[in-house]
């Protein structure tokens, strides 16, 4: 099984590590200096796949309701945004911007002066949590504000919030006054860019419902609204966007280079798309009916830690660990279910397409 899955990201990161040491060998001439180099490319990988797992269940519960082609779209062209567009692109478009230089210059800065390339990158960061949490948050509150779902993990908290369904917008009400609370935290000049990132967050989200809402096929036999391709691809592409960014930030507390964060993030990256491959093909989903809540709640854990990290400095590390905890319980108490009702299907009817997109 784990050829199966893993092969390609296995191949991957033989050949990142390779790429690794070479710039290991170039930055520092020494062996010392090229393992070392290859360790926080490790690291950073193993970092990229404790931050993301939820992001691979979630997927997983996207992925499973799209056809073959758009899905072999999302995991050829998906991939190579989400690794070269990610983790390469988007650092060197902010300091593009921050510092007003060209591609070449951008790209020569973070080659030649790794310092100042990483204090453009982090004088984003107030923008980007504003941003990022304020989707993930969409997101995660969409799929609890659903009246339709039959299936609670926390039945005394997922019950009440699917009763807030029927109030309209109730989800960007809540998403709003949390960006106003956290923007009354943070200094006078950060405040406006904080807020105006937010709600461009919430916009962002908004367009992709309504894309996927224009572009929604007719029912299927089951009465079940299918989402096009497209508008599905474009929701994981933003969505994995929103994981990135807090991954791209807190990697310069392992290293300022440009292409060892690019090759340890990619490794990353690679292995959370065959965790989603595997998790579709083996219906994980179907078969631990809690799992994907946890990892709903993951992510509105990691909406929150995005959007007051630009006050507070908050380790990856914790980060890491809520989310890992989250999808942990709500595995093992799939499992407990599943020994107390044996043979017990999960029928939470057309809610979670709804849920999802």
Known sequence: MIRKYYSGSIIFTILCLLLASWIGWIYTGTIP?????????????????????????????????MDARWRGIFLTW???????????????????????????????????????????VKSAHVAISGFGGAFLAMVGLKFFFDADKEVNWIDVVERQLGKLSSVDAAEIAIVLLALYGVMTLLPSSEQITFLVAGIFGVLAFIGVEAIGSLLEAPDDATGVVARSGLAAFLYLEVL???FS??????????????????????????????????????????????????????ILALAAIMLLSARFEIPETVTGLIGAVLIGVSLWWSVRYNRRNPGEAIDDGPATPKAVL
Request: hydrophobic share 60%; aromatic share 10%; glycine share 10%.
């Open 245 to 298: 960014f807090d991954g791209v930030i807190g990697a310069f507390a392992l290293s300022n280079n440009l292409f060892i964060i690019a090759l340890g993030l990619g490794i990353g990256a690679m292995f959370v798309r065959s965790m989603t491959v595997m998790l579709v093909d083996k219906g994980t989903l179907a078969e631990y009916r809690y799992l994907e809540h946890g990892a709903f709640w993951a």
């Open 78 to 120: 998906g991939v190579l945004i989400a690794v070269f567009g990610m983790r390469i692109v988007f650092p060197l478009v902010i300091v593009g911007i921050a510092a007003q230089l060209g591609p070449v210059e951008a790209i020569r800065l973070a080659a030649t002066d790794p310092e100042a390339y990483e204090a453009i």
């Open 33 to 65: 200096g090229m393992l070392g180099v290859l360790w926080i490319t490790l690291v950073l990988g193993v970092l990229e796949v404790s931050l993301s797992f939820d992001n691979a269940v979630v997927n997983a519960s996207v992925l499973k309701d």
């Open 240 to 242: 994995d966007a929103s």
